[in-house]
């Protein structure tokens, strides 16, 4: 790694990528040590295909009519997204907790190299779970239906998000500092992912729970991918702002979780442990 700041605008971008791009390699070396976490990884997406697709499938009308596994698929890939930013957290709050953290600040490195290293690994190990994800909705009997442009661009939604949600993840993993204490905050995300559209309609739940179900960034990365990949469920009517305009709701809420993590995440790296 780089002895001094460089002093150009430029200089210090190579130097951040140089240093980011080292940790992203540390991140992956983590799979290579501990297979077990990646056969788990790539088998978990599927098995919730299979679980929710016959599960609820047989219980759940679709609004408007149509296949189950087909309402459903787009609601998975928001909710695996959603889910992403978990395991981020734990594995910075145990990286926190071991004392990495601070044997990272007292090298010659960029500020921005560890997070952006959390977060680049953590989207880089996504791919193959979405792809395993994307196979078995095929096996099943999901696909898209308007061709290969919004698929890409459904696809592309679902990586933004996660990208920035994970900055989510490596705040609060280096806000906690325990490991023991972001484990025990796992469960606390499932709340967030069921309380949306990505399972049932969210017409049928009482107004003040619909207006947050609604407003979810799972419901509209879910309608979103609904109205790009032609599935059944697609909002129409009288609907709330972000599931009438999914696709700009995700990219704001994007937006907005960058403009307010990213800082957050680079305050607490460079904070010293308690």
């Known amino acids: 790694m780089t002895a001094l700041t460089p002093a150009s605008p430029l200089g210090r971008l190579r130097w951040t990528l140089t240093d980011g791009l080292t940790l992203v390699g540390r991140e992956l070396g983590r799979l290579r040590q501990e297979p077990g976490q990646l056969v788990a990884a790539l088998i978990f997406p ?17 609004p408007g009519g149509g296949d189950y596994r087909e309402y459903l698929m787009p609601g998975l890939f928001a909710m695996v997204t959603f889910s992403a930013w ?7 709050a145990a990286d926190a907790s071991r004392g ?22 953590d989207v880089l190990t996504g791919l193959p779970m979405l792809a395993v994800m994307v196979a078995t909705g095929l ?3 999901w696909q898209p239906h308007r061709g290969l442009l919004p698929t890409a661009q459904a696809f592309l939604l679902v990586i933004v998000l996660r990208y920035a949600l994970s900055w989510v993840g ?19 995300g499932l709340p967030f992912t069921m309380l949306s559209n990505a399972f049932v309609p969210t017409g049928g739940m009482p107004g003040w729970l619909r207006l947050l179900a609604d407003w979810n960034p799972v419901s509209a990365l879910t309608a979103a991918a609904r109205q790009l990949f032609g599935n059944p469920g697609a909002p129409s009517g009288d609907v709330a702002w972000p599931l009438a305009h999914p696709v700009a709701a995700v990219l704001l809420w994007s937006a907005a979780l960058l403009v307010v993590f990213v800082p957050l995440s680079l305050h607490a790296c460079t904070r010293k442990g308690r």
Do not use: K, W
């Open 100 to 121: 990495v953290m601070d044997r990272f600040r007292s090298m010659p490195m960029a500020r921005l190299a560890v997070p952006f290293g959390q977060t680049g690994a």
């Open 86 to 92: 978990l395991g981020v957290m734990t594995r910075t």
């Open 139 to 141: 096996l099943v009997g």
């Open 170 to 188: 490596v705040y609060v993993g280096l806000a906690v500092r325990n490991e023991q204490v972001a484990d025990a905050m796992v469960p606390l």
């Open 46 to 62: 599927a098995v919730m295909v299979v679980l929710f697709g016959y599960v609820f499938g047989s219980a759940i009308q679709v």
